[in-house]
């Protein structure tokens, strides 16, 4: 009797170590990075400063995982002060009509062993359009606090024109393609 009950309380641990587990961006350990062409000739890049992501998953692979995320547009960095402050201007984000963008996965596909095709509707500029991104899943580690951590890159091309971003300026001054890569450091929600 006494190994039945083991038995079945071991069976009862090895369920809810797979139940919903939320994940959280480490923001000391993550970059959300964007690149454009600029006249055709040079790539500048950029960051968000302040963005927040979360996973929320069954699976230990992330198979099943969904994806969200918000970042403040005011946030954005390429390192020079006044083409920042114009990239705040409503010729691009207009930050002070839409102070935030997001992405929320709609699905999730492995292609490979730890890759994936990420898809989800992305919201920027006031204009919500569906996207496909490549998503690595880097592993699982126990950091020397003890803490589980698991990392990931996403990588993928938006288009300006799709979300009415910057339309004042065309293709010869700036890519329509604009690169996306995001690295991701996630722990377990407490």
Known sequence: MKKALILVAAALLSTAT???????????????QFTVT????????????????T???????????????TANTASVNTGIDPRDNHLKSADFFDVATFPTMTFTSTGITKTTANHYKLNG??????????VAFDLWYRGTITTPQGKTDAGFQVNGVIKRADFNFGSKFG???LSDEVTIKANGEFGTAQ
């Open 18 to 32: 797979f139940a919903q587990t939320t994940w959280k961006s480490d923001k000391y350990h993550s970059k959300l």
């Open 55 to 69: 996973i929320v998953t069954t699976k230990p692979d992330f198979s099943d995982a969904k994806f969200s995320m």
């Open 171 to 173: 293709t010869s001054m």
């Open 121 to 130: 509707k992305l919201t920027m500029h006031g204009v919500t359009k569906d």
């Open 38 to 53: 600029h006249l055709m000739v040079s790539d500048v890049d950029g960051e968000f400063k302040d963005f927040d992501a």
